[in-house]
């Protein structure tokens, strides 16, 4: 899971991708980065840890140019502690280009292989996003001919992009002299929004993983980016776009709505906050099935991602609906931090608790999700030590029982909580003297109501089925013996300055 952003304006966008970032700092938090095209040169700054503790005023300033790109890692390949695994990677030909990726390869080790013994290109790192990046480079080079770019010619090395790459992947890449490039796999697993900005200069486009950045930058929301879509954007502003994928089909990554996206967006034509609202309705029936009226007398949602889904229910069933768990803003999101012990250290100092709401009370606490079970146990603990006479904890997810390999951190089975358990043990293992989740089947339709033309999601770690087809056993045997024993490199951040002899049309 990351955050992307790419765009093309008539002034400096430095400032402009910065905040952006800062704006999908929630979607990433071990590395941020930003490169940036200014005439026949790529400039580009990146490192481990938080936007605001990447650059400085120095990195700023090494940051000229009309157009740019950006994001913020959260990594699912590669290594967290790695800064030369921090985004945009850069390769200098054909004519230059720089990239930036959200997602997850699933054949990277084939493709990397196939880039030594055919393409002949060298992979430096780990990351799949360099991977990435060497095939749409080998791509376009088969695409063009002499020293001339057009559009016709990107959209040719997109669609060979298509044809060898599986997975998720949401891309914003610039080629140098030319323009910014958009993308988004197939499946259309991973988010890509397009807005434009009208100026006295003209028009200017950007694109990010989320509407909500679009909009905090006083850009236009106009569609989001097609399944197997592309677009190319020229530095001077000309705008082309293409469907790249012969077969291509929406399956938005529900995990989008459950947790990852911030509620004010809205991804694929749906509200992610009216989706939490909806999965708080269905999840009222499971309790109305459960409990009997005066049962609980509270209903506390986790902050912040389980708000609307908490104030739904406790209004649907007519429960006192009270903010019982106090977030400390600066420390960042426990599911997206590595290592157990790392996220097992962190809630305690992202929540505390105001006793008196908990105090002989049968509390009801609503949570977006159950992961690893690291949270569930430390905030039920945190219930019963303030003085709850009983904790019931209920889900607005239905229980992550399957790896993810789309893209989230959620890549051995044996981190989940839900894996080879039963809802009962879980319950135990939480701690808490009942446990409610919501079914697959209503989560689903949850999201679909609000936009009919999804027929389908990819909820691979909720219903085990992997849309792109290509994931077995093995598959997921080797992911996991890679997640347990990880070679880390520890780095800083790295600063590039690029020239470039190539067209500035």
């Not at 093309?8 to 402009?16: D, E, F, I, M």
């Not at 009222?284 to 708000?307: H, K, L, T, Y």
């Not at 939480?430 to 936009?451: C, E, F, N, P, S």
């Amino acid at each position: 899971m990351c955050g992307i952003v790419g765009v093309v304006a008539k002034s400096p966008v430095n400032q402009l991708l910065y905040d952006s970032l800062l704006l999908l700092q929630h979607r990433g938090q071990d590395a941020a980065g930003i490169a940036t095209a200014h005439g026949k040169a790529f400039n580009m700054y990146k490192g481990n840890g938080l936007v605001r503790d990447v650059f400085r005023t120095r990195n700023m300033r090494s940051l000229p140019g009309n157009a740019g790109i950006g994001q913020v890692r959260y990594p699912t390949a590669g290594s967290a502690a790695n800064s030369e695994e921090a985004q945009p990677f850069y390769v200098n030909a054909p004519f230059g280009i720089i990239l930036a990726h959200n997602g997850n390869l699933t054949n990277a080790e084939q493709l990397k292989d196939e880039m030594f013994r055919i393409d002949r290109r060298h992979v430096n790192t780990d990351s799949d996003t360099e991977v990435l990046l060497n095939v749409f480079a080998h791509e376009l080079h088969d695409s063009s001919s002499g020293l001339s770019l057009d559009a016709t010619t990107v959209f040719k090395a997109i669609e060979g992009v298509h044809r060898r790459v599986r997975g998720s992947y949401a891309v914003v890449a610039m080629i140098a002299g030319y323009g910014l490039v958009a993308f988004r796999d197939p499946y259309g697993i991973r988010p890509l929004i397009l807005g434009e900005n009208q100026t006295a200069g003209g028009m200017e486009y950007m694109l990010a993983s989320e509407s909500v950045t679009l909009e905090g930058m006083g850009f236009t929301v106009k569609r989001d980016i097609q399944p197997g879509e592309a677009v190319y954007i020229t530095f001077d502003g000309q705008f082309f776009s293409q469907q790249c994928a012969p077969v291509a089909s929406l399956n938005p990554c529900i995990f989008e709505y459950v947790y990852l996206a911030r509620p004010d967006s809205v991804i694929d034509g749906v509200s992610v906050y009216a989706a939490r609202l909806k999965m708080g309705e269905s999840l009222a029936e499971q309790v109305r099935q459960r409990f009997a009226p005066g049962e609980i007398d509270v209903v506390m949602p986790i902050p912040d991602s389980s708000r609307p889904a908490a104030m739904q229910l406790a209004k649907l069933l007519n429960i006192d609906y009270r903010e019982g768990f106090i977030k400390n803003r600066y420390i960042g999101r426990t599911f997206i931090m590595p290592g157990q012990s790392t996220r097992r250290k962190s809630v305690r100092q992202k929540l505390n608790a105001v006793g008196m709401e908990f105090k002989g009370k049968t509390v009801m606490i609503v949570d977006d999700s159950i992961v690893r079970g690291t949270t569930s146990r430390e905030i039920v603990m945190m219930a019963r030590e303030s003085g709850a006479k009983k904790v019931i904890f209920a889900s607005a997810a239905p229980p992550v029982r399957f790896a993810n390999v789309y893209g989230i951190d959620m890549p051995t089975r044996g981190e989940l909580i839900a894996h080879g358990h039963t809802d009962e043990e879980i319950c135990k293992l939480i701690g808490a003297d009942a446990l409610v989740y919501q079914t697959v089947d209503d989560m689903k339709r949850a999201v679909r109501d609000l936009a009919p033309q999804i027929n389908n999601f990819e909820a691979s770690c909720f219903d085990g089925h992997y849309i792109t087809g290509d994931i077995t056993p093995e598959y997921l045997e080797k992911v996991e013996y890679a997640r347990l024993n990880p070679t880390e490199k520890e780095g800083v951040g790295s600063q590039l300055n690029l020239g470039f002899m190539g067209n500035d049309s």
